[in-house]
């Protein structure tokens, strides 16, 4: 089982849709999560990031953890063509950890006008 | 706002040759890393750096590879004798320390002939 899977996609939704991306994981000292973006040959900008489990929202995007699950989601409200992209899960192992980040495949993301 | 930056943005050699890949962390964080993106494949760790000693290195990282802090801004990642699967997007970020945000640069693509 992979540590981190992601369906790669493509998603494609209208404009003004709900999205919702999800990542599972199979490694339970995972306890710091994050969403990035990522622009086709760039570098991935952080969106989200998030401490164990719960919600956390900003702006049009929420972040949930479910650790029960091992499962995590990211929801954008209200897309806009410029959100199209592909989105990254990267995940950390806590406390004493050097901060090695393992990412899932990415989901591309295409928002239609 | 401040950002990481790289250089080259692309770099071609041939293979057995030594590349020296450069990075500019953001200027207070203290932690630094690079990765790698094949094209088409997840981003993946490749190591980790604080206080001027690796923290952790995948097993990616080899005899082949090294990095420096060669003065107070720069972060570079050598590769001593490039190989063809050497070719993919590599990506420096740093974080501050106690954090777990990793800001990423724009990427250096290396292409190796």
């Known amino acids: 089982q992979k540590e981190v899977e992601q369906d790669p996609g493509p998603l494609s939704v209208p404009e003004g849709a709900i999205v919702s991306l999800n990542c599972t994981y199979s490694?339970?000292?995972?306890?710091?999560f994050m969403w990035y973006r990522q622009y086709s040959r760039k570098g991935p900008e952080l969106l989200m990031y998030t401490y164990s489990s719960g919600n956390k929202e900003d702006g049009r995007f929420t972040a949930q953890v479910d650790k029960s699950s091992k499962y995590i989601s990211l929801f954008i409200r209200d897309s806009q063509p410029s959100d199209s992209a592909t989105y990254l899960c990267?995940?950390?192992?806590?406390?004493?950890?050097?901060?090695?980040?393992?990412f899932g495949q990415g989901t591309t993301l295409q928002v239609k006008p | 706002e401040p950002e990481v930056t790289q250089t080259p943005s692309h770099q071609v050699t041939q293979m057995g040759q030594e590349v020296i890949l450069r990075c500019v962390p953001i200027s207070n964080h203290l932690y630094f890393y690079w990765y790698r993106q094949i094209l088409g494949q997840k981003v993946e760790f490749l190591v980790s750096?604080?206080?001027?000693?690796?923290?952790?290195k995948s097993e990616i990282f080899d005899d082949q590879f090294s990095v420096e802090r060669p003065d107070g801004s720069n972060f570079t990642l050598k590769i001593r004798s490039t190989k063809l699967e050497d070719s993919a997007m590599y990506f420096c970020?740093?974080?501050?320390?106690?954090?777990?945000?990793?800001?990423f640069g724009p990427g250096t693509r290396l292409t190796v002939t």
């Open positions: 490694n339970s000292a995972f306890q710091y």
């Open positions: 750096f604080y206080n001027n000693e690796i923290s952790e």
């Open positions: 970020a740093s974080s501050e320390e106690n954090s777990y945000e990793q800001y």
């Open positions: 990267a995940m950390s192992v806590g406390l004493g950890n050097t901060g090695k980040l393992i």
